[in-house]
């Protein structure tokens, strides 16, 4: 295939039969494939190709439908490889038609369960541009984090949806407390420099310099909400963010109670943050990931 194609391998420690079925069977497929929220299977005399119709629900009632054909094949003892096409002739869906295998490759580690897929686009030159600079990563992301979730069915009993559920509650927690951390050093400290934010430097003494500990201090909380992505499965930063706003406006209430006092006040936005912390710290380390993954074929 060309080097656009979509390329995604996991190793999975459990047995081919249980790898098969949950990817053959159409009612378990549908259950860690985040690419489809429907397959069915339509009837097939033997030999026939197996075709079959699928649905991807996106939401508010929008949704893609098509139909495609795969035949699996037993190439060797170790090695099962399940070829496929498929098409949509929705003009809603970017895609129009690809072709892909899966194949199943037994080793001594531990199954190499294995995907490899492209597709023709529609709209035109603006349809390549949108494939190229989002949907195709995100194609390529959601198949990896698909192939996680599978695996980890195999391989401890964890069911998908348990999966997802635990993948999405972790990601809202995160992005939540990263926005936080974002906003309020980007917002009232670096863009505004609001004066209830030079308050406490003038308080202690340091009035002649609260307009550079500010900024500082903007800074260091932008850059905690930005950490807080980029190192998207650490539980210690996750627990860091949330917890360190307790001990600063324990700080700041003892040294001013009324700060407690006022609507909207900082001991509100401060539980809030705790909770999201602790949320997104215990999930952290538990959640599938794409990273799991290789993304590439290995060379040989």
Not at 10 to 20: E, F, H, K, Q
Not at 172 to 201: D, M, N, S, T
Not at 225 to 242: E, K, M, T
Not at 244 to 262: E, Q, R, S, Y
Request: glycine share 12%; aromatic share 10%; proline share 6%.
């Amino acid at each position: 295939m060309s080097r656009d194609a979509i390329y995604v391998e996991r190793l999975v420690s459990g047995p081919l039969d249980a790898v098969w079925e949950r990817t053959q069977e159409p009612d378990e497929h549908e259950r860690w494939d985040l690419r489809f929220s429907e397959i069915d299977y339509l009837p097939r005399a033997e030999g026939e190709p197996q075709r079959f119709t699928y649905a991807t629900h996106v939401g508010f009632g929008l949704g893609v439908e098509g139909t495609g054909e795969s035949v699996a094949t037993n190439e060797d003892g170790e090695e099962t490889t399940s070829v496929l096409s498929f098409r949509s002739d929705q003009r809603r869906s970017l895609i129009s038609e690809g072709r892909g295998f899966w194949r199943y490759v037994e080793t001594d580690d531990g199954l190499r369960f294995l995907t490899e897929y492209n597709y023709e686009t529609r709209w035109g030159p603006v349809g390549a541009l949108v494939d190229r600079l989002a949907f195709r990563p995100l194609l390529g992301w959601a198949t990896a984090l698909s192939f996680d979730v599978l695996a980890r069915w195999v391989e401890d009993g964890t069911p998908p949806a348990t999966s997802f559920r635990s993948f999405f509650a972790h990601a809202v927690a995160r992005v939540g407390l990263a926005l936080i951390w974002v906003y309020q050093g980007l917002v009232p400290k670096l863009l505004v420099g609001h004066p209830a934010e030079l308050a406490p430097f003038r308080r202690a003494g340091l009035g002649g310099v609260a307009g550079e500990a500010v900024v500082a201090l903007g800074v260091a909380e932008l850059a905690v909400g930005v950490a807080l992505l980029g190192w998207w499965r650490s539980s210690w930063l996750a627990y860091l963010a949330g917890l360190a706003p307790v001990v600063l406006t324990a700080g700041a209430v003892v040294t001013d109670p009324g700060v407690a006092l006022g609507p909207y006040n900082p001991v509100v936005t401060t539980v809030g943050m705790a909770a999201l912390g602790l949320v997104a710290g215990r999930l952290a380390g538990t959640v599938p990931t794409a990273a799991n993954c290789l993304r590439t074929a290995p060379d040989g």
